[in-house]
């Protein structure tokens, strides 16, 4: 796979060509830290930050967007046509989200068209992450800060230089399109990519996450939930922050004869999220709700899937207006696994 | 503050012990640095969860409703739990808008009253440190000492990191409390009063509204800012109704603005200016600007204050003679 270093001082440059025919996505500067934003001045690209204080998950899965409109009797297709995207900056755990959220939108053979439409045109970048986020935990949960999965190139921030290592065709082609401002990566540089990610992965902590399947489903009757749905709010920060976090609403808005289909996200944090046409609401209580969040990810997932939809990013911690900690929560989930 | 924090741990286990409350809500230490979670203390052996500090930003009277819910399939007689709450000046007038609007029960609480110098804020530290996170913290007297995740580290003057709301906050204490504890708090801040709302108000429309469209667009929908409000316990808000369908559920602008319009008019004579829905949104938008115009409409056509005393009637829920009505348009 080709292995190239780019001068930071030709990023700029870099990004202005490769966004010449794509949309480009990257983080910039934000008053909560960094936010991905699309780009038009890569000058303002900001990668000093770790984590973005919101996922990059919208660029691929906006927050709302038009399925059909309609008018009295007929309806109208929305064009599914997507524009190729460079989604630059993304750090290790974001693109391993992406991978996941590939796998709701195609599962058991369904493809989603409206999220396909976007998915297959982003070319992602991830950057290695050197130092670890105030909640970061993405080794425990199977991630790694210098992981591959769901990105097209890999990029290290080695001081100097970015080196990027091209992981798929499509990010090799990137590569090459923008080969007058970048370097063989030479051994050397390889060798300073080993040592960094050897680096980053020990400063990471160590979290226990339950994995017993069976023991997880014994604690749908744990006491824990009922402390933990006393502190959660019940508004949707963490699933909105969530990079993998995928569940939607869909509603009709119409105004005199004239409509269209909306699909949203949505959180089961709400108390609405669950709430029937009959008026019966299976799960009455913000318990109920919070426990569906952590099972969700920790065991519904692995069922389906085969993983956990978690990938350590940290950011519903930081962001909980009632300061839960997942990372709390898991661990107590854990030893009570060993106790039953 | 250490003392104060170990005087509640002991006035608290009395409670539990002697069955004057069944359940205490408080502060206790979040994993992160500079973050507190409310917490339900229900035995003695539990007190040294509580902690008391300069950030016991959470306004906990949106805590105390859920606690006096019959519960959801009960058969049979239920008596509500007897509940006791640690409260700043904030959290006491929300409590006592709570119990006026009956929402809670005055003869099932227990309220500690705590004088409050104004607690920090995490969102201004957040800024301080730029885009990198925040490792570590300490917090004395005068300054907060941190370290970013970057390793780097730097001395912050507390005032420059307290919350907007308690900078300019003139009710310190408890206006509604069983017992007090703590010293008292120095005297309110010389800030002049509503400075940012009329600061806004001298803006032209245009500016005024380049300003919401700015702050609104950043909002995300979660809701953070109604679920972390005393104020907002609606079992059904307007903004989820569906029949009427008041708003759409986009985060196109024309919807944003009908939410948090519609959610600041409902808190017209109502809003302590706690702070909480600020200190929740994760986008960092600054909903107290909304909020404290009407706070200053309601104190300037009504000569009231929200919720400081139990006696006394609400601007919106009484009548008067004298009241204004310049804003009435003849039939």
Known sequence: ??????????????????????????????????????????????????????????????????LYTFKEDHANEVKLAAQETLLFGARPCDARALGLLDQVFTWEGIDDPYYLRRREKTCVVA???????????????????????????????LGEQLYLRALTERGEALLKEASTLTEKATEEDKQAVQQAAAEAEKQLQAIPIPKDLAALKESFDAEIWEELGLKCLGCG????????????????????????????????????????????????????????????KFLYCPENFGEAFCVGCGRCITNCPAGLDLRAVLERLSSLAKVT | MKQVEETLRQEVAKLLEDGTIDVFVGHEAASLPLKTSPCFVRSPKEV????????????????????????????????PPKVGVVAKGCDSRSIVGLIKEKQIPRDRLFIIGIGCEGMIDRHSVGRALGVVGLADAK?????????????????????????????????????????????????????????????????????????????????????????????????????????????????????????????????????VDCGACVAACPQGIDLRLLNQKINKDVEELFEAQVSLSLEEAEALSSFRMEDDQSFMTEP
């Open chain 1, 1 to 66: 796979m080709l292995e190239m270093t780019l001068d930071k001082s030709k990023v700029q440059e870099f990004l202005r060509l490769l966004g010449e025919n794509r949309r480009l996505f990257a983080p910039v500067k934000d008053r909560m830290g960094t936010k991905f934003s699309e780009v038009a001045d890569p000058s303002l690209v900001c990668l000093d930050g770790l984590n973005t204080n919101l996922s990059p998950k919208e660029v691929v899965f906006p927050q709302w967007e038009t």
């Open chain 1, 127 to 157: 950057l290695a992450c050197n130092t670890p986020g105030e909640a970061c935990f993405c080794t425990s949960v199977g991630g790694s800060p210098v992981g591959e999965i769901g990105a097209d190139v890999l990029a290290f921030d």
């Open chain 1, 237 to 296: 920060t963490c699933a909105y922050v969530c990079p993998t976090c995928h569940c939607f609403d869909i509603t009709d808005e119409t105004k005199k004869g004239v409509g269209r289909r909306v699909r949203n996200w949505d959180s089961c944090a709400f108390s609405l999220f669950t709430l029937h046409g009959s008026g019966h609401n299976p799960r009455t209580t913000q318990a109920a709700r919070y426990r569906q969040r952590v099972l969700h």
């Open chain 2, 48 to 79: 040294d969860r509580l902690v008391w500090n300069r950030i016991c930003t959470s306004n906990l009277a949106t805590y105390l409703p859920q606690l006096f819910k019959r519960p959801v399939g009960l058969k049979g007689e239920w008596t």
């Open chain 2, 139 to 271: 917090v004395d007297d005068k300054s907060v000492q941190v370290i970013g995740t970057d390793g780097r580290e730097k001395r912050i003057d507390i005032a420059d990191v307290l919350a907007a709301s308690c900078r300019e906050c003139q009710h310190r204490e408890a206006v509604l409390s069983n017992l007090t504890i703590g010293e008292t708090p120095s005297s309110a801040p010389e800030v002049s009063h509503y400075a940012n709302v009329a600061e806004f108000e001298s803006k032209s429309p245009q500016e005024r509204w380049e300003h919401w469209v700015g702050e609104l667009s950043r909002c995300i929908r979660c809701y953070a800012c109604r679920q972390a409000c005393p104020n907002c316990y609606c079992e059904e808000c307007f903004a989820e109704e569906t029949a009427p369908k008041w708003l759409g559920v986009t985060t196109d602008l024309s919807d944003v603005f009908v939410f948090h319009l519609g959610r600041a008019f409902h808190q017209a004579g109502r809003c």
